[in-house]
């Protein structure tokens, strides 16, 4: 028998696979989901309360010979039988069936017997049942694929939920004994199979090969033409009290089908004892008293590309977003688009509370039994797969898109699971890379699944954070702007260059040129810091009241672009020379330091046009030609342009040789035209993983009769519905650590700033991938 053969191996696994009561109750109902069961009936009979039970099993185990009836164990026998008696709850269904078999036992080990048999849990359907012979060939076997022939034979309105055949392990974790009955509606008989697990310890010296498994017929069935499964599991491995039994429902049952389908959910009827459990539902105040909520779909379209478009909602305000393939496999850090596309369609909904604001209720309770009721529901996103749930996502332990985290770590407006009662939808034949695990623990960790979760992760924290931070008006408080948050950013990038420098001059000998740069580097630092310092005074003078907001932001992200610079190109020294043997060190030095080199002449470019954001210029108006300020910052880039494969292109019109001269804060136009070029450099990395055909390009186009400067690059571009959005504070696409969502906001600021209109324009393929700035009315 295949059962027998897998015994030797997989002794105990039900036990030890399947890790809870609740998941090995999810496998036997999904089980009769399979079987076509219009319902299933759980049931705890509970005839002889557990304290009882042990304390019996224990005396019996410590007896020397209990199969014999000896005086002295008769006398045992009869006490120990009395006690259990005496004990029974008469309101357990099979009350009457222990107490009979109490009655007829002639030894200690037929008590034991009767005993550990007293307390069962039964699940039945009327599904289609199993013949004697697909008990033989398939229940008997672990880890049978009948169901995945099933599933992929196709002809079925509803999915297979099963598919590894592991269902019937989850008896092994339950109990020690199974008792199963069951038929087709062709059988004239039921089919009875026994199991006792304990058979199988490996302290017993009887050979696993000769202890039967056999099914066997049982009684003719009535009526006729009756079908489905009933699963008995005895000698239970925990108390099975009612109040266990509650918890179950409240917190396990509940949530077995997906609270946000219309359609009804798979039936269950849980009973302890004679008492029928209520098993609840969503209550309709949970949807029509959520403070804000969002609706998601990921789509692969007719062209095999992937999208994600949705809605949210806070109040009385809506809005709808739309990430393209680019942008989504910004998000998920996936390694290749093919990831990101062989995800699967899924869809994803949630609601956000303030539990800040949460009232009483009429018909649901005060403040606090509000809370307590909706906290049954919340904990994040669950996931379901076809309607039925995949543990253990957005249960009470689980933070599986790391939402409280990040929350903690971020001051200011914050978003955690306590706030989100929301799933993600999957399905079987959609998501064919989401597979279960083994041990219904989750899903198999595979880069689709971790792309799945860093897609999800982005819509909550950044979507959906900014759109409800954007709709509380709440930017000039929120965190990024704070001073110590800046200090704090700074002052890592700081630390992480200092560390770099001193690893650099540890692992290279200060022989030939080397002591040069390694001066230029300790110089570029220095003015770094230089700059680091006005920014922190600026700050002071800020959360005094003194300065100005854009002054501060527009330092402080410039510095971290130049900090970061430089840390990214000591970066790339390091992996250089560590990446080669000590034989091959001189020639790898050489290399690395000569493009070290070559990169920081271009970052002293940068820092040299940075003086005008310094504090002593920071609000210092002067005559500038806007076309020699956008030649400087495009020359100063032209060496990252060169590395990454950017082609930059200046054009000046009516003639090369034009000038554009306004008043202007110097250093805030440069802060314009610095953003603007790090946003389109991020987002054509992004393309290139994604169709490396591009050649990438940026191009800034100047009209000096018109005083308008546009920005262009061929990137993905901007969505319709987001042209307005961009601008908004804290509104960001790409994944947390890579962007603020302060660029655009800031952009705009300045050029209100001097009178000035900075917009969005849409090129001939309907996509806005152009900013336009205005300078019309400045002088």
Not at 243 to 250: G, H, M, T
Not at 493 to 521: C, I
Not at 524 to 533: F, H, I, P, W
Not at 590 to 610: H, T, V, W
């Amino acid at each position: 028998m295949g059962f027998k053969i897998a015994a030797r191996t997989l002794l105990h696994l039900g036990s030890e696979l399947i890790s809870s009561d609740g998941i090995a109750l999810y496998e036997l109902i999904k089980n009769s989901y399979d079987a076509g069961s219009p319902m299933v009936r759980v049931t705890v009979m509970a005839a002889l309360p557990r304290s009882v039970q042990r304390n019996v099993l224990d005396t019996i185990a410590a007896k020397p010979d209990p199969g014999r009836p000896t005086p002295p164990n008769t006398a045992v026998l009869r006490r120990l039988r009395d006690t259990c008696t005496e004990a029974l709850v008469a309101a357990a269904p099979n009350v009457g069936e222990v107490r009979d078999a109490l009655g007829k036992c002639r030894t200690l080990s037929d008590l034991a017997a009767a005993v550990r048999d007293a307390n069962r849990l039964v699940v039945a359907d009327d599904g289609k049942g199993m013949s004697m012979r697909d008990l033989d060939s398939a229940f008997l076997t672990i880890g049978t694929r009948s169901k995945l022939v099933e599933k992929a034979g196709g002809g079925r309105a509803q999915p297979i939920l099963g598919e590894k055949g592991i269902g019937r392990l989850s008896a092994m974790r339950l109990g020690e004994r199974l008792r199963l009955r069951s038929a087709t509606r062709r059988d004239s008989r039921w089919a009875t199979l026994d199991v006792d697990w304990s058979l199988f310890d490996h302290d017993n010296d009887q050979d696993l090969s000769s202890i039967p498994v056999t099914p066997a017929e049982g009684d003719r069935k009535l009526p006729a033409d009756a079908s489905g499964t009933t699963i008995t599991i005895s000698a239970l491995r925990r108390e099975w009290g009612k109040s266990y039994l509650q918890e179950l429902a409240l917190h396990e049952f509940a949530r077995l089908n997906d609270p946000f389908r219309e359609a009804a959910r798979f039936p269950i009827v849980l009973k302890h004892n004679a008492d029928l459990l209520p098993i609840p539902r969503v209550d309709k105040w949970i949807f029509d008293h959520a403070h804000a909520r969002c609706h998601a779909s990921f789509e692969i379209g007719d062209d095999g590309t992937a999208r994600m478009s949705g809605t949210m909602s806070y109040g009385r305000v809506e809005d709808s977003f739309l990430n393209n393939e680019v942008e989504l496999l910004s998000s998920s850090e996936a390694p290749s688009v093919d990831i990101v596309r062989s995800i699967g369609p899924f869809e994803v909904e949630f609601l956000w509370y303030n539990r800040r604001i949460l009232r009483e209720m009429e018909g649901v309770g005060n403040m606090q039994e509000v809370r307590d009721k909706l906290a049954i529901w919340t904990g994040g996103l669950m996931m379901y797969r076809d309607g039925f749930r995949v543990l253990p996502y957005g249960g009470s332990n689980d933070d599986w898109l790391d939402l409280d985290r990040r929350a903690l770590a971020r001051s200011g407006f914050k978003l955690n699971r306590a706030q989100i009662v929301g799933r993600v939808a999957i399905t079987q034949r959609g998501n064919p890379h989401l597979r279960d695990q083994a041990n219904r623990e989750g899903l198999v960790d595979t880069e689709e699944k971790r792309a799945l979760e860093e897609i999800l992760s982005h819509l909550v924290q950044q979507t959906f954070w900014s759109f409800l931070v954007r709709v509380e008006k709440a930017t000039a408080a929120a965190e990024p702007l704070s001073g110590s948050v800046v200090e704090r950013r700074l002052g890592a990038e700081e630390e992480k260059l200092t560390r770099n420098l001193a690893l650099l001059a540890k692992r290279v000998p200060a022989v030939r040129g080397e002591v040069e740069v390694f001066a230029g580097l300790e110089r570029g630092l220095a003015e770094v810091r230089e700059v680091m310092g006005g920014v922190r005074r600026l700050t002071q003078d800020y959360e005094e009241g003194r300065r100005q907001l854009l002054a501060l932001a527009g330092v402080g992200l410039t510095v971290e672009i130049l900090a970061h610079e430089l840390n990214r190109a000591t970066d790339t020294a390091l992996i250089t020379l560590n990446a080669v043997p000590k034989s091959g060190l001189p020639q790898a030095t050489d290399r690395s330091l000569a493009n070290l080199a070559a990169q920081l002449k271009a970052l002293q470019k940068r820092l040299s046009i940075l003086d005008p954001l310094s504090v002593s210029g920071r609000n210092r108006k002067e005559k500038v030609d806007v076309v020699a300020l956008a030649r400087d910052v495009l020359e100063a880039h032209a060496d990252q342009f060169l590395r990454e494969g950017v082609e930059g292109v200046l054009s000046v019109s009516p003639t090369p040789s034009s000038r554009l001269v306004v008043t202007v804060v110097k250093g805030m136009v440069l802060q314009v035209i610095e953003n603007l070029v790090a946003n389109s450099l991020y987002w054509l990395r992004q393309q290139r993983r994604v169709r490396p055909e591009i050649a990438s390009r940026i191009s800034i186009d100047i009209d000096v009769s018109a005083k308008t400067l546009r920005f262009t690059d061929n990137g993905p571009g901007i969505a319709d519905a987001e042209r307005d959005a961009v601008f908004d504070a804290f509104y960001t696409k790409k994944p947390s650590g890579e962007g603020k969502g302060l660029g655009l906001f800031i952009c705009r600021e300045i050029a209100k700033h001097h009178g000035a209109v900075l917009t969005l324009e849409r090129g001939p393929d309907g996509v806005f991938r152009t900013f336009a700035l205005d300078l019309g009315e400045v002088k």
